[in-house]
């Protein structure tokens, strides 16, 4: 099982999930393609087969949404020997909140309906002692999140949607990365200019675009 269309009829033959009931992300994704997806089948293919190819060993994924960006990291860490650790406030599926405002970040432990079905999900694939979830929120619970690892080599962001969250995510990321890590960016297009700009003076890299002309994946290969 290595690609993302066989993934579909297996996950919705064997999870007993009503994605459509979950909220109306779900269903916009429910009618978008027959499945809730947060990434898309390239997106899915490239970060499994990046962490591959690169060996990579210690993965964060902010944030987990559907669980669609970790499961992909969980098999690629299943092949490499690896670990990954995914986030989320679950503020979409929960507030219907696409950018969390200050007021709903008050709130905890919205989204455990959620979780327990990611979690599902990472079962049907045994990747659960591959992948850890947490519910919580990015800035404040991910610097205590992360001192379970003592590195980070691969990032999937699908959280930050501006030059501020990103600032912000890259706050707590920066002083965890290793000497060779790849950071993956899915949409870049909301802040494209700004996200170029802080590549290159926060990480002193080069951002690339893959994947795609309308909404490319961000990628900073620090691998060499
Ligand atoms: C586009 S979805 C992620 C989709 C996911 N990558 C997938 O493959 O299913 C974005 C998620 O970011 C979460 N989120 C946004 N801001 C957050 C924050 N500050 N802390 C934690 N989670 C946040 C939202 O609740 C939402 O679930």
Known sequence: MDKYEDLVPLINNKLNVNYGSIGKRSSEYL??????????EAEFNFVKDQIIEH?????????????????????????????????????????????????????RGGGIKQQEINQQLLELFNLQDIVTLYNGWSPQDCGPMMESVEYIDVVF???????????ETLSYLKPKLA??????VHDTHCFKSDFIHLVRTELNAEAEFKLGTKYPLGVINALN
């Open 55 to 107: 060996g990579l060993r210690s993965g964060f994924d902010f944030a987990t949404g559907i669980g669609m960006s970790v499961l992909a990291m969980g098999m690629g860490m299943q092949a490499t020997g690896g670990t990954a650790m995914s986030i989320d406030c679950y503020a979409e599926e929960v507030f219907q909140d696409l950018q969390p405002k200050l007021s709903v970040r008050k709130v």
């Open 157 to 167: 962001l699908d959280g930050p949607k501006n030059a501020a969250s990103f600032l």
């Open 31 to 40: 009618s978008r393609g027959g499945f809730p997806y947060g990434i898309n």
């Open 179 to 184: 000497d060779k890590y790849l950071m993956l």
